[in-house]
C-alpha cells in the first residue's frame, strides 16, 4: 500500500484495520492457544514475551527503519504495516516475490509461487523428491502406474528432461555431476550424468525392496529403505556399499549430522522411532534408539546440537526436538496437521503439511520457541528446501508443482 498523505492514510486504514484485526486474532489463538490476542499489535497475547508464538513474525514492527531495503515506501508515519503493506508482508523488511504484476501477498503471508515449468511433454506427475544445488532446482516423479516418471531440471524461463523411462522415484541428489536417485519399486539407487549417457544400479538389495528417502554428505550417499525391513544404505565415493539394518518397516526420512545418521521409522521398533548411527559405514558402527513411541515418525533432519522429527498425523502432529547430547525431548509444536516435510538452516527449523485435498501451511520455528505462518495455501507439501532467499517445496499432486515463498530475515 503506497500511501502519499497522512489523510489518505488514514482514510484507507479505517476501511480495512477492523477485517485485518479480526483474521489475525484468528490466526493468532489458532496458532498460540491464547484467548488474549489483539490483532492491532501483531496478534500477540497481552503480557507475552515478544514474538511469543508469533504470527507476524520478526521483530517489533512499530517503527520504520530507515536502513531497511524497502525504505522508499513510507507508510505515512503510522508504522511499517506487516499486516497491511506487501512491502512487508507478515515481517518488516521482506516483500513478497512479485509475479504478475506485483508482489503476491495476502492477510498478512505471502502466497505460494509455482516455478514456471515449460519445455516439456507434459505437467509434473505427483512430484516427490526435490533436490536444491546452488541455483538448480531437481525434481522427480513418482507415479507407480506407470514406467514413464522423470528427472526434470526447473529453472526460470525453461525445463530439462535429464532422466526418463524410470519407475516411481523417491528422492533425488546431485553428486559430482551426475543424478542419483531412489526407486520404491522395485527398490534401486541409481545414477546417470548430468551430462547424458548409461544409467548405473549402484544398489539393489537382495530379494527386493523399496527405498524412500536419500541425502548425500561430501559425496556419500545416505539412504532409507523403507521396505522389507528398515535400513539405512550407505554408499561411499568410490561405490562401496554398507547396509545397517535397524528393525521394522517403515524409515521414510535420513538425515546425516557430525559423523552419525539419524532415521525416522513409522512403525518399529517397537513403535515409531528415532534411531542413530554412530560412524555409519564403517566397521566401528553402532546403533541405538534415541526416541522412541511416536506415532508415524516421517520427516526428520538435523543440526550440530538436535534432531528434529514430526509426526505424519491428520491433526495433533508433532514437531520434536531431541538433543543428541543428552537424549532429551522437546515438543516445538503438537497442532500440526499431515507434516511430512522439514529442513532445517541454521537456528530455523522449516515444516511444511501434507494433505491433497485441502490447503495445509508452512511454517518456520525459531530457536527462541516461537513460529512463523510462512504460507497458507500448501497442496500435498512434502520435501521442503531452504536457501538465501526462499522456502521450496513440492506439491505432490497430480499435476503438481515446484513452488517457493519468500523466507523472512534471519
Known amino acids: 500500500m503506497r500511501v502519499h498523505g497522512a489523510v489518505v492514510a488514514v482514510a484507507l486504514?479505517?476501511?480495512?484495520?477492523?477485517?485485518?484485526?479480526?483474521?489475525?486474532?484468528?490466526?493468532?489463538?489458532?496458532?498460540?492457544?491464547?484467548?488474549?490476542?489483539?490483532g492491532g499489535d501483531g496478534g500477540l497475547p497481552d503480557?507475552?514475551?515478544?514474538?511469543?508464538?508469533?504470527?507476524?513474525?520478526?521483530?517489533?514492527?512499530?517503527?520504520?527503519?530507515?536502513?531497511?531495503?524497502?525504505a522508499g515506501v513510507v507508510d505515512a508515519g503510522l508504522d511499517c504495516g506487516p499486516k497491511t503493506t506487501e512491502v512487508h508482508c507478515g515481517f518488516c523488511g521482506r516483500q513478497c516475490e512479485s509475479r504478475d504484476g506485483g508482489p503476491q501477498c495476502?492477510?498478512?503471508?505471502?502466497?505460494?509461487?509455482?516455478?514456471?515449468?515449460?519445455?516439456?511433454?507434459?505437467?509434473l506427475n505427483l512430484p516427490h523428491g526435490l533436490w536444491l544445488v546452488g541455483d538448480r532446482l531437481f525434481v522427480s516423479e513418482s507415479d507407480f502406474q506407470t514406467n514413464e516418471n522423470r528427472i526434470v531440471e526447473l529453472f526460470d524461463g525453461g525445463t530439462i528432461e535429464r532422466v526418463t523411462g524410470q519407475p516411481a522415484i523417491s528422492a533425488v541428489v546431485v553428486r559430482d555431476g551426475e543424478l542419483v536417485w531412489t526407486t520404491w519399486v522395485p527398490g534401486t539407487i541409481r545414477a546417470r550424468s548430468l551430462d547424458g549417457g548409461p544409467i548405473r544400479d549402484l544398489f539393489s538389495p537382495d530379494g527386493g525392496g523399496s527405498f524412500f528417502d536419500l541425502k548425500i554428505q561430501v559425496g556419500t550417499l545416505y539412504a532409507a529403505q523403507l521396505l522389507p525391513r528398515s535400513a539405512l544404505v550407505v554408499i561411499s565415493p568410490e561405490n562401496l556399499v554398507v547396509r545397517h539394518e535397524v528393525g521394522g518397516p517403515g524409515a521414510t526420512g535420513v538425515a546425516f549430522c557430525d559423523g552419525e545418521a539419524f532415521l525416522a521409522i513409522q512403525q518399529g521398533p517397537p513403535a515409531g522411532a528415532v534411531v542413530r548411527i554412530r560412524a555409519p559405514g564403517s566397521p566401528d558402527a553402532s546403533i541405538d534408539i534415541i526416541a522412541n513411541d511416536l506415532d508415524m515418525a516421517w520427516g526428520?533432519?538435523?543440526?550440530?546440537?538436535?534432531?528434529?522429527?514430526?509426526?505424519?498425523?491428520?491433526?495433533?502432529?508433532?514437531?520434536?526436538?531431541?538433543?543428541?547430547?543428552?537424549?532429551?525431548?522437546?515438543t516445538m509444536a503438537d497442532t500440526l496437521r499431515g507434516a511430512r516435510g522439514i529442513a532445517v538452516d541454521g537456528e530455523d527449523v522449516f515444516v511444511v503439511e501434507y494433505d491433497r485435498v485441502q490447503a495445509r501451511r508452512a511454517y518456520r520455528f525459531r530457536a527462541d520457541g516461537g513460529r512463523d505462518l510462512l504460507a497458507s495455501d500448501v497442496e500435498g507439501g512434502i520435501f521442503p528446501r531452504v536457501d538465501e532467499r526462499y522456502l521450496y517445496w513440492v506439491n505432490n499432486r497430480d499435476p503438481g508443482s515446484v513452488v517457493r515463498v519468500t523466507r523472512p530475515p534471519r
Open 47 to 70: 503480557g507475552g514475551p515478544p514474538d511469543a508464538g508469533i504470527v507476524d513474525g520478526g521483530r517489533d514492527a512499530s517503527i520504520v527503519d530507515p536502513t531497511e531495503a524497502d
Open 300 to 330: 526428520i533432519a538435523c543440526d550440530t546440537r538436535a534432531v528434529y522429527v514430526t509426526e505424519f498425523k491428520s491433526t495433533a502432529g508433532r514437531l520434536l526436538r531431541i538433543e543428541r547430547s543428552s537424549g532429551g525431548m522437546t
Open 13 to 38: 486504514m479505517a476501511g480495512c484495520q477492523a477485517r485485518l484485526d479480526e483474521e489475525y486474532r484468528r490466526l493468532c489463538q489458532e496458532l498460540t492457544g491464547s484467548v488474549d490476542c489483539r
Open 106 to 123: 495476502s492477510l498478512g503471508n505471502c502466497l505460494a509461487i509455482p516455478i514456471p515449468f515449460g519445455g516439456g511433454p507434459r505437467a
